[in-house]
């Protein structure tokens, strides 16, 4: 603002300088040029009074100074003249001067060198006799007499320029320097131009009403950020070129950004295909989903236009962590096509038996080898629903009544019950330690020992022996160990192994009978107490599983 109102000054003070001396310089000009010609006008007079009394003698001896005198017979040629020979000078009988003296007593005229450098002014009287006498004197024209003092005026031009510039630069600074002086944030504290006032209310008035815009946006902006900072799903605002206007911390650790990827495009966190549709659909102004895997999670991706008057100004971006809901999807068909498949092999070697007996296609001798596979067969069923229905009952959280079970006395109880079945593989079981009480449900607990001696006796060496220790842990809790010497389990299978119908030697797990929910009903009993797994396997050289119990499941 300083320089436009320097300018403007500056500007108007040089066009006041050249326009005062073109109007200073043509005034005196006209003037001087008014003053020269009167003074032509007297010497011509004083002259033809000479001419009167003393004829041609008059002029000798003359000086006439500057003034040129013509004396002109009544035809027009020349009678004298002090600057050149009268004879050889053209006839004046034309010349405007002339022509007016004769007719009027007195003429004047002027006229212009060829050069424009001089203007030469002409005053003629008309004598008795009828001759004229014409008195010349030149003086130099305007735009001579200006470059002549070109020097002078432009040393004054340079002088005046630099005031101009000295006093402008002043007086912007003053007129500015108290609007520079406002303080903005107090408009109407300001002591400074009168006009301004109408102005600095308006701004207080608007001052006012942004900070409580900006109070009420920072407000909302807070709520905002306080709901999608505490969201578990990730949230992405869009532009309509698909930059990043906001990303909240569930969608950076989601896509691995940080508050620097604002501003840059959402394909630089992800190039998957399924990403690249989605943002294609939402700017054609459709809502679309996908799911994409990230760091071994399943995430999906749910993209809706922000539209307005039916054209799409922006995407909100969701993504939702769909891992265990999609593995629990996979688990509960895996496990109803298991289920499924587990009942129809019994069922239908029950079934056949029955067909057979019914149709008297049976030996009598062989009848109860029939009844004995029918009623093995129904047992295998009815353990199967059994492990199904505690399986189903922990999965919804039932509660189970609680006591105190002394775990070395149950595992003391479970290895009895399975004698005969070591027995017959040659297999001794070991049951030792120091002991330990768990707080929990007795049946559940049983399970556990169960199935773990069970499994260790059905996989472990003929000839072997399974070991069961029940010891304080470390941690204050019990820990209850199930050893054998079998075919341990191969490393690719481990993690799997307490997954619901999961055999690792599927022919195997057939001829020992087996359910296939052994580990998994051992997994859920476990967690169902608080206790935590762990799992020792070496093929060819058994298999070690310790439950460890806490100290709150502990009395």
């Known amino acids: 603002m300083t320089k436009k109102i320097f300018r403007s000054i500056f500007l108007v003070a040089f066009i006041v300088l050249l326009a005062c001396l073109a109007l200073i310089t043509g005034v005196l000009y006209d003037h001087f040029s008014e003053q020269q010609s009167a003074q032509l006008a007297s010497q011509a007079d004083l002259a033809a009074q000479g001419v009167e009394n003393e004829g041609l003698g008059y002029f000798d001896g003359l000086d006439s100074g500057d003034t040129r005198l013509t004396w002109i017979a009544a035809d027009g040629s020349v009678l004298y003249d002090t600057d050149a020979d009268s004879d050889s000078m053209e006839n004046h009988s034309s010349r405007e001067e002339f022509v007016e003296a004769v007719e009027n007593g007195r003429g004047e005229s002027s006229r212009y060198s060829s050069t424009l450098s001089e203007e030469t002014i002409y005053q003629a009287v008309l004598l008795s006799d009828g001759t004229v006498l014409r008195a010349a004197a030149s003086h130099s024209t305007v735009l001579a007499l200006l470059w002549g003092m070109f020097v002078p005026l432009l040393l004054i031009v340079a002088v005046a320029v630099a005031l101009a510039a000295w006093l402008a630069s002043r007086l912007s600074r003053r007129i500015v320097g108290p ?231 149950l595992a003391r109880d479970v290895a009895g019950d399975l004698g005969p079945a070591a027995e017959k593989r040659g297999i001794g079981i070991a049951v030792g330690g120091s002991g330990g009480s768990v707080f929990g449900v007795r049946r559940l607990l049983w399970e556990i020992i169960w199935n773990l001696c069970d499994n260790a006796v059905k996989y472990g060496r003929e000839g072997g022996h399974v070991s069961v220790s029940v010891d304080a842990a470390p941690s204050g809790g019990v820990s209850l160990s199930v050893a054998d010497d079998g075919i341990g389990i191969p490393a690719e299978h481990r993690a799997r192994v307490f997954e619901r119908f999961y055999r690792v030697d599927k022919s195997h797990s057939r001829a020992t009978g087996g359910t296939g929910l052994g580990l998994s009903i051992v997994k859920h009993a476990a967690q169902y107490h608080g206790a935590q797994i762990e799992l020792e396997s070496e093929e060819g050289r058994g298999t070690r599983i310790t439950v460890i119990f806490p100290p709150r499941a502990v009395s």
Do not use: C, W
């Not at 690249?276 to 999906?300: C, F, H, N, P, T």
């Open 179 to 409: 609007l520079n002086a406002i303080d903005l944030d107090s408009p109407l504290e300001n002591d400074v131009y009168d006009e301004l006032s109408p102005l600095l209310t308006r701004v207080e008035s608007q001052k006012k009403q942004i900070s409580s815009q900006l109070d009420e946006l920072s407000r909302r902006q807070e709520e905002f950020s306080a709901v999608t900072d505490n969201m578990s799903e990730g949230l992405i605002l869009l532009d309509r070129e698909g930059i990043i206007l906001s990303i909240n911390p569930s969608a950076a650790r989601i896509f691995g950004a940080d508050s620097a990827s604002i501003g840059r495009d959402i394909l630089t966190l992800d190039r998957s295909p399924e990403l690249r549709a989605l943002m294609e659909s939402a700017s054609a102004g459709k809502r679309s989903e996908a799911v994409i895997e990230r760091d071994g999670a399943e995430y999906q991706l749910s993209a809706s236009p922000v539209l307005t008057d039916g054209v799409s100004r922006g995407t909100v971006l969701l993504a939702f962590d769909v891992t265990e809901k999609l593995r629990a999807e996979r688990l509960r068909r895996e496990f109803t096509a298991n289920v499924s498949h587990e009942l129809k092999t019994p069922l239908h070697s029950i079934m056949g038996a029955a067909e057979l007996l019914q149709d008297g296609l049976v030996k009598s001798e062989d009848q109860q080898r029939f009844l004995g596979r029918i009623r093995s067969e129904a047992e295998r069923l009815v353990t199967l629903v059994d492990d199904v229905i505690d399986l189903s009952r922990m999965d919804e959280g039932d509660n189970f009544p609680r006591e105190e079970t002394d775990l070395l006395q």
